[in-house]
């Protein structure tokens, strides 16, 4: 087992569709991120939360809506996406504040049809 | 805007050999640097990381960090197939909201047997 896993590994959602991302990690760290990677574009960074608390949003378009309930879970809520955000979504967490090294889930490949 | 550039490739290398990944940064405060690999179809995961000049060795693995010139590189030595992956260079970078780590978009090394 991980020390971050996601859920669901695929998700083909229409652009209608309502569905979530979930992320928990198992190594105690106090941060956590959501990033999307793209064909041939770097990681970008979406959120991040650290001690439960969103710091960083990376004008992301509000049809991604991010929870954090504790330190271990984080949610990404998806609504009325559009074919472009196909891509895999990634989960990562760090101890410490972002700077220190992070560690990534296994990612979700999310389709929208 | 803080970039983080590699060479795409792909760098193709036989068996054995030496593997020269290289990075280069644009911001002159960034004081963290990493290296991931990412196999097809899977997510990154942490190689090294390195934060002073000079070079640090893991095993197969070399980091080599000149700050002065905002050059990051890794190499690796002896290469083996199971190295072909692509290589993400991450420089940390220090914006409003904190400390945030930007990628870049990554080499695709190819290790032929």
């Known amino acids: 087992e991980t020390g971050v896993t996601q859920t669901p590994r695929h998700l083909v959602m229409g652009m209608t569709n309502k569905k979530s991302l979930k992320c928990e990690q198992h190594?105690?760290?106090?941060?956590m991120y959501w990033y999307k990677q793209s064909a041939k574009k770097p990681l970008e960074l979406m959120f991040v939360y650290s001690l439960e608390e969103r710091v960083e949003n990376n004008s992301v378009p509000s049809r991604f809506s991010p929870e954090c309930p504790n330190s271990s879970h984080l949610f990404l809520h998806l609504h009325t996406l559009q074919p472009e955000d196909s891509a895999l979504y990634l989960c990562?967490?760090?101890?410490?504040?972002?700077?220190?090294?992070?560690?990534f889930g296994e990612g979700s490949w999310l389709t929208v049809v | 805007q803080k970039e983080v550039e590699q060479n795409s490739g792909p760098l193709s290398v036989p068996e054995g050999a030496i593997a020269s990944l290289n990075c280069t940064y644009s911001?002159?405060?960034?004081?963290?640097f990493f290296w991931y690999r990412q196999y097809s179809g899977k997510s990154p995961e942490l190689i090294m990381f390195?934060?002073?000049?000079g070079d640090k060795e893991d095993g197969r693995f070399t980091a080599q960090l000149n700050k002065a010139s905002q050059y990051v590189s890794l190499l690796i030595r002896d290469s083996q197939p199971s190295d072909s992956a692509t290589y993400l260079c991450?420089?940390?970078?220090?914006?409003?909201?904190?400390?945030?780590?930007?990628f870049g978009k990554g080499t695709t090394l190819s290790v032929s047997s």
């Open positions: 991450a420089v940390t970078h220090n914006n409003q909201a904190g400390t945030a780590l930007i």
């Open positions: 911001d002159r405060g960034s004081q963290s």
């Open positions: 190594l105690g760290h106090n941060a």
């Open positions: 990562a967490s760090s101890q410490g504040g972002y700077g220190n090294t992070i560690y």
């Open positions: 390195i934060y002073s000049n």
